[in-house]
């Protein structure tokens, strides 16, 4: 049996196949860049700080109960998080072994400074700025709060408390070695 290598090839079927898939892809994709950029967002410092600090406060451990973690084995944190430009403003769902809540939390910074340079020429970051003695623009909480299953709004950041955000071991230990000298 031979074949002609001349021979006409067969006729392609006029598929538009492509016209069902591309919504499907595209679908698939907007979710996958979603989740992408809320798993970002929920693996950074700004979240693991804030919940860290809702774990050891009091109030929220009387109102949450122990064990304080994301409400959802998924959680989606809700809101800004850029802190190039000095801004933060999420929220996420919390519970305890007591009840569930949501947290908020915002916070800014005034000022364009995010990385200021050291004597030395090099650039550092916020707590190696500290450690150099250096004034470095610091973002300010301006709400941390926790609004209950049953709609009661409490709030974390009060003035006879102090700020959890401020003030780190870090921060204070580099001020008193300033005192010092």
């Known amino acids: 049996m031979t074949r002609r290598s001349d ?4 006729p392609l079927p006029s598929s538009r196949i ?3 898939t591309l919504p499907v892809f595209i679908a698939i994709m907007t979710a996958s860049a979603l989740g992408i950029f809320n798993y970002q967002k929920a693996s950074s410092s700004v979240v693991n700080a804030t919940l860290y600090a809702l ?5 929220g451990r009387r109102e949450l109960g122990d064990e304080i973690y994301f409400r959802d084995k998924f959680p989606w944190i809700w809101g800004e998080m850029n802190q190039l430009h000095g801004r933060i403003n ?3 769902g919390v519970k305890g072994t007591k009840s569930k809540g949501l947290m908020r939390f915002r916070s800014v910074r005034r000022t364009r400074m995010g990385y200021v340079s050291s004597p030395l020429g090099m650039s550092v970051d916020f707590a190696i700025a500290d450690i150099l003695t250096l004034r470095v623009a ?3 909480t301006q ?8 709609g009661r709004v409490i709030q974390l950041l009060e003035d006879d408390r102090a700020d959890p955000f401020q003030n780190t071991p870090l921060q204070a230990e580099a001020k008193l070695q300033e005192a010092k000298s």
């Open 7 to 10: 021979r006409a090839l067969p």
């Open 18 to 20: 492509w016209f069902r």
């Open 55 to 59: 774990r050891t406060s009091e109030v």
């Open 90 to 92: 999420i929220c996420f």
């Open 138 to 140: 610091k973002f300010q």
């Open 143 to 150: 709400e941390w709060s926790l609004e209950t299953e049953d």
